[in-house]
C-alpha cells in the first residue's frame, strides 16, 4: 500500500541527493502503478494527487492519464475535483486520451451541483479543442444565461477559450456578450469586460459593432470614479482598481483610430488622470493604464501633455518598477510629442546615476532620442559621464552612439575632436574598428585642428596607453601630422591652451614604445610601421636612419605582413627613391563622406533602374576597358545540394568542359578547364591575379615598381553590365617607374601599403616598359557592380548587386541580395540558403529582416560574401534554397544561379 501525500512529501524533503529522490520517487511511482493495475477505488484520488506533485517535480506521470478520467466520471464532488485538476495539469490539447472526456464534461454542464459545473467549465477554458469547442458551445451559452452570477463568471472564461479556438461561434454568442456589460456583478462584470478585449484581438472587424458600446462604458467609469466607499471593492482607497484598467483598456482598443469615439472618452479620461490618487501602487496602476490610452487614441495635445507629466511624476517615485514603466512609456512617446518629453530632460538624466543597471539602460536609451542641435552638447556630457561607470558590456555600445551622435549633431569641428578624443580615453579599448575610422575621418575633416588633435592625442597616449582604440588613432594622426607636432600649437580658442613643440626623438620614442607594448595586436604594429615611414618625410635626415634602424626588427617577425611590410619599406627608405618617396608618403586626401554618399546613390541609381540603358563600354588607346575574359562555358551542377531538379537561373552544357560535380562533394578528381581571357591563353595553374593582369602573373598593383611586362588584351563589351566608366570620373594614370629586385621578392607598391592595405605577393619578372593606364583600367573594372536577376517566380524577385570590394584582390566578390515582394501580402518566415562547390569560400551575413513588406522594392537584404580560389578558371556557382510563408501558404523552392558576369 502507498503513502499518503504529505510523507511522500516528507520523504522527498528528507532526501540529500538527487539519486535518493529519485530512488523514492521510483519506488512510488512503481506502488501507483500496482494500484492502477488493481483498479484500487479507494485511494484513487490519493494516487492521483500523488501524481499531480511527481509531476511538479518534474517525472514522467503519463500512466495515470487514464486515472484522472475515471475521477471525473465519479459522482462525488471531492473525486471530481482532483479528476479535474489532474485533467488540467497532466494532459494537454494535443493528448489523444482528450477526446474521452468530452461526454464527461458535457454532462457535469447539466449537473445540478454549481461547484461541480464551475469545475467543467474551468477545464474548458483550459483544455478545449476545436471539437470540443463545437459540441459544448451550445450549453456553456446556455450557462452564459443562467441567473448564478458565479456560472456566469466561469462561462464568460471559457467562452474566451471557445472563440478562440471556433471563431464563428461569435455569430451566436455576440447577442450574450454585450449583454454581460449590463450585469450588476463586478465578477461578471470584469469578465465580461476580458472576453470583449479578445474577442477584439481575434477579431477586429467586429469593433465596429463594439464600439457602439462605448458611452457605456464612459460612463461606467465615470460611476467608479464618483463611487464612494465600497468595502467589497476598495483597494487602498480605490473602488475596484482592476476594473478601471479593463475598462480603460477597452476604450484603447475602440478609440484607436476612431475620432468619434476618442472625442467621447476625453473628458472622462482628463477626470481620470486629474483625481486618481498617486500615493498607492493601485492608483499609478491606473493612471498607468489612463497614459497609455491617452497615447493611442485621437485625444487632444492637452491631454496628452498631462500624460506626459504623469510619466514625469512616475520619474520622480522610489519604486523602481515605477520608474521603469515610465521610462519605457517615455520611449514611446518621444517620437510623437518630443517637446512634452524634454521638459523631463533633467529628471531622465538623473536616472542614469540609478544604482539600478535596468533603469540606467532604458534612461540611457531615452537620452539618445531626446538629442537634438540645441542640446548636443549637454547631453552628451552626460554620456561621457555615464560611459566612466557604465558596464564593461556595454561601453562598446554606447560609444558607437555617441559617434552617431557626433557624426548627426555637431556643435562645432573643435568640440566634436575634444569629443572623440575624450570618449577614446576612456573606453578606447573596447571600440570595434568601425568606431576607429570614423574618429580618424572626423580629425581629418577638421581642417585648421589636426595640430591641435596631434597634441592632444600625443599626450593622452603619454598618459594612458592601454586604450587601443585610442592608441590606433594617435599613432595614424602622429604619422599624418607629425611635422605639425615638432612645432608650436597655439590655443584653437580663447577656452583652450595651446601646446609647446615635441622634438622629433621624443615622437619616434613613443611609436617605438607603443609597437612593444604588451597589450598591441599585429595590425596596431603595422600601423606603428606605417607612421614611421610617413614621419621619414616629415621629420630630419637623421631621424630617417633612426626609422631605418628601427623596421630591421620586424622584418624577422613571425607575423607575414609586418616582415613583408618592413622589408619593403626598408627598400623605399633608400636614397635612389627620394624622388618619389616624399609624393608616395604624402597626406592622405580629406574623405568627404556625404559626397561618397551621393555619389554611390547616384551610381546605383543609373546603373540599376529598371529604365536605363546598358551601354558597352569604349575602350581607349594604350588602356583596357575590362580586364575580365568572357563569361566561362563550363557550368556546375549544383542540383544534388538539396535535391532538387535543374532550374532555370543556370542550365548547364553537356559537355567535356564541365565541371565535374564530385567537385562539390570531392568524390573524384576534376578536369580543370582551360581558362580564356579574350585571345590569350592562361596555364591552368595560373594564379587569379593572372587572370585578370597578364600572363606573367604580375599582380596589377605591383607594376608601379615591377619590371614585369604588361600585356593589354583584346577589349570584350557584355551588354548585362552597365560600363563603370560612364559613372565615375576618370581616374589619373599614375607614374610608373621600374626598380631593382630585393631580396627575391617584388618590392613596395607605395599606392597600396602607404595607407595600411595589405600589400599582395609579386613574383620577379624581367624588366619591360609598363603602360600607364592599366592600374586605371584594372580598378576601374574590380570596381564596377552588376545586377542579375537570380530568382523570380510566384511574386517573389530576387536581384544580386556583384562587385568586386577589394580592388587589389580580383578573388573576392561581394554579392548584396535583394528581395522583391511583388504580391499585396507581406511574406513572413524568410530563410535564404545559397550552397557553393569547393573552390569557393561562402560567408553569408544575416538577413536585414525575415518580413519582405507587401509591394516592397529590394528593402529586405542578405549579403554574401565569396572568394573565388580559382579566379580566372572557374566561374562563380550558386545554389539557392528559398522558403518562406504568404498568408497560410509555405513556399518551398530551389534554384541555380549561374548567369554572373565573365569577371566573376
Not at 271 to 298: D, F, R, S
Request: charged fraction near 20%; include cysteine.
Amino acid at each position: 500500500m502507498s503513502i499518503k501525500l504529505r510523507d511522500l512529501i516528507r520523504a522527498v524533503r528528507a532526501c540529500k541527493t538527487a539519486a535518493e529522490e529519485r530512488a523514492v520517487i521510483s519506488k512510488e511511482c512503481a506502488l501507483i502503478r500496482t494500484a492502477i493495475k488493481e483498479e484500487d477505488e479507494q485511494f484513487r484520488h490519493r494516487n492521483v494527487a500523488k501524481l499531480l506533485f511527481i509531476h511538479m517535480l518534474g517525472y514522467p506521470t503519463h500512466f495515470g492519464q487514464m486515472e484522472c478520467l475515471k475521477l471525473i466520471s465519479a459522482s462525488g464532488f471531492p473525486e471530481k475535483r482532483i479528476g479535474y485538476l489532474g485533467l488540467t495539469l497532466l494532459l494537454t490539447e494535443q493528448t489523444e486520451v482528450l477526446t474521452l472526456v468530452t461526454n464527461s464534461l458535457k454532462v457535469d454542464l447539466t449537473n445540478s451541483n454549481q461547484y461541480i459545473q464551475a469545475l467543467s467549465l474551468i477545464a474548458i477554458g483550459n483544455l478545449a479543442t476545436q471539437d470540443m469547442a463545437r459540441d459544448l458551445a451550445s450549453d456553456v451559452e446556455k450557462l452564459l444565461r443562467s441567473n448564478n452570477s458565479y456560472l456566469r463568471k466561469k462561462a464568460a472564461l471559457a467562452t474566451i477559450r471557445l472563440l478562440k479556438k471556433e471563431p464563428d461561434l461569435i455569430e451566436h454568442m455576440s447577442e450574450r456578450i454585450i449583454s454581460l456589460l449590463k450585469d450588476r456583478a463586478h465578477g461578471v462584470l470584469i469578465t465580461g469586460l476580458q472576453l470583449m478585449i479578445d474577442v477584439l484581438d481575434l477579431l477586429p472587424d467586429w469593433k465596429s459593432e463594439l464600439v457602439k458600446l462605448v458611452p457605456s462604458l464612459v460612463r461606467l467609469l465615470r460611476n467608479f470614479i464618483s463611487m464612494g466607499f465600497s468595502p467589497e471593492y476598495d483597494v487602498a482607497g480605490i473602488a475596484d482598481p482592476f476594473m478601471q484598467v479593463k475598462i480603460l483598456h477597452l476604450l484603447r482598443l475602440l478609440g484607436k483610430g476612431n475620432e468619434e469615439a476618442s472625442d467621447l472618452m476625453n473628458d472622462v479620461l482628463a477626470q481620470v488622470a486629474t483625481n486618481t490618487e498617486t500615493t498607492k501602487n493601485a492608483g499609478n496602476a491606473i493612471l498607468y493604464e489612463c497614459v497609455q490610452t491617452v497615447m493611442e487614441v485621437e485625444s487632444d495635445a492637452s491631454l496628452r501633455v498631462l500624460a506626459v507629466n504623469i510619466l514625469g511624476r512616475f520619474l520622480l517615485n522610489r519604486d523602481n518598477n515605477i520608474r521603469y514603466v515610465a521610462l519605457n512609456s517615455l520611449s514611446k512617446v518621444v517620437s510623437e510629442d518630443l517637446s512634452a518629453v524634454q521638459r523631463h530632460r533633467n529628471t531622465i538624466v538623473e536616472c542614469l546615476k540609478d544604482p539600478d543597471i535596468s533603469i540606467r539602460q532604458r534612461a540611457l536609451e531615452l537620452v539618445f532620442q531626446l538629442v537634438n542641435d540645441q542640446n548636443v552638447v549637454a547631453l552628451t556630457t552626460e554620456l561621457l559621464n555615464y560611459l566612466v561607470v557604465a558596464p564593461a558590456d556595454s561601453k562598446a555600445s554606447l560609444v558607437s552612439k555617441i559617434i552617431l551622435i557626433l557624426e548627426k549633431y555637431s556643435s562645432g569641428k573643435k568640440w566634436r575632436v575634444d569629443t572623440i578624443i575624450t570618449m577614446l580615453s576612456v573606453a578606447g579599448g573596447l571600440t570595434d574598428e568601425s568606431v576607429t575610422r570614423t574618429a580618424i575621418i572626423f580629425i581629418a575633416q577638421s581642417e585648421g585642428l589636426q595640430s591641435y588633435a596631434a597634441h592632444r592625442l600625443y599626450r593622452s597616449l603619454l598618459e594612458d596607453s592601454s586604450q587601443l582604440g585610442l592608441l590606433q588613432v594617435a599613432i595614424w594622426c602622429i604619422g599624418e601630422y607629425g611635422s605639425q607636432l615638432v612645432a608650436d600649437c597655439p590655443a584653437p580658442d580663447p577656452g583652450s591652451s595651446s601646446y609647446p613643440a615635441i622634438s622629433e626623438t621624443e615622437v619616434i620614442n613613443l611609436l617605438d614604445k607603443s609597437a612593444r607594448l604588451h597589450n598591441v595586436d599585429n595590425s596596431t604594429r603595422a600601423m606603428v610601421l606605417n607612421a614611421l615611414m610617413k614621419l621619414s618625410v616629415r621629420f630630419g635626415g637623421a631621424s630617417k636612419e633612426r626609422i631605418a634602424k628601427l623596421m630591421v626588427p620586424f622584418q624577422t617577425s613571425m607575423f607575414l605582413e609586418l616582415q613583408q611590410r618592413s622589408t619593403e619599406y626598408g627598400v623605399l627608405l633608400n636614397t635612389q627613391w627620394d624622388g618619389l618617396r616624399r609624393e608616395v608618403l604624402d597626406k592622405m586626401p580629406v574623405l568627404d563622406e556625404a559626397a561618397l554618399r551621393r555619389r554611390r546613390a547616384a551610381f546605383d541609381e543609373n546603373t540599376f533602374s529598371d529604365d536605363s540603358k546598358s551601354l558597352s563600354p569604349k575602350p581607349s588607346s594604350g588602356a583596357v576597358s575590362s580586364l575580365a575574359g568572357p563569361a566561362p562555358t563550363n557550368q556546375l551542377d549544383l542540383n544534388n545540394i538539396f535535391g532538387g531538379g535543374v532550374s532555370s537561373a543556370g542550365p548547364a552544357k553537356a559537355n567535356n568542359d564541365l565541371i565535374d560535380l564530385l567537385d562539390i562533394f570531392g568524390g573524384g578528381p576534376v578536369a580543370a578547364p582551360t581558362a580564356q581571357l579574350n585571345n590569350m591563353s592562361l596555364q591552368t595553374n595560373a594564379s587569379p591575379a593572372a587572370a585578370y593582369g597578364n600572363a606573367s602573373n604580375t599582380d596589377l598593383l605591383n607594376e608601379i615598381f615591377s619590371a614585369g611586362p604588361s600585356v593589354s588584351p583584346t577589349p570584350a563589351s557584355y551588354p548585362a553590365q552597365q560600363p563603370y566608366q560612364a559613372q565615375q570620373a576618370p581616374l589619373q594614370p599614375q607614374m610608373l617607374m621600374p626598380t631593382p629586385v630585393y631580396g627575391g621578392q617584388a618590392p613596395l607598391s607605395p599606392m597600396n601599403n602607404a595607407f595600411g592595405m595589405p600589400p599582395a605577393p609579386a613574383p620577379v619578372a624581367a624588366p619591360a616598359p609598363v603602360m600607364p593606364m592599366v592600374l586605371t583600367s584594372a580598378r576601374a573594372a574590380s570596381a564596377a557592380t552588376s545586377s542579375i536577376v537570380a530568382y523570380e517566380k510566384a511574386g517573389m524577385q530576387i536581384t544580386m548587386e556583384i562587385s568586386k570590394p577589394v580592388p587589389a584582390d580580383p578573388s573576392q566578390s561581394r554579392i548584396l541580395c535583394r528581395f522583391h515582394n511583388l504580391h499585396n501580402v507581406q511574406m513572413e518566415n524568410l530563410v535564404f540558403q545559397a550552397a557553393v562547390p569547393k573552390y569557393l569560400k561562402l560567408e553569408m551575413l544575416p538577413p536585414s529582416s525575415t518580413t519582405i513588406p507587401a509591394r516592397s522594392q529590394g528593402e529586405v537584404t542578405q549579403e554574401i560574401k565569396l572568394v573565388n580560389s580559382m579566379q580566372g578558371q572557374k566561374a562563380i556557382m550558386l545554389k539557392l534554397k528559398i522558403a518562406y510563408k504568404q498568408g497560410d501558404t509555405m513556399v518551398d523552392e530551389m534554384t541555380q544561379v549561374s548567369n554572373f558576369p565573365p569577371m566573376y
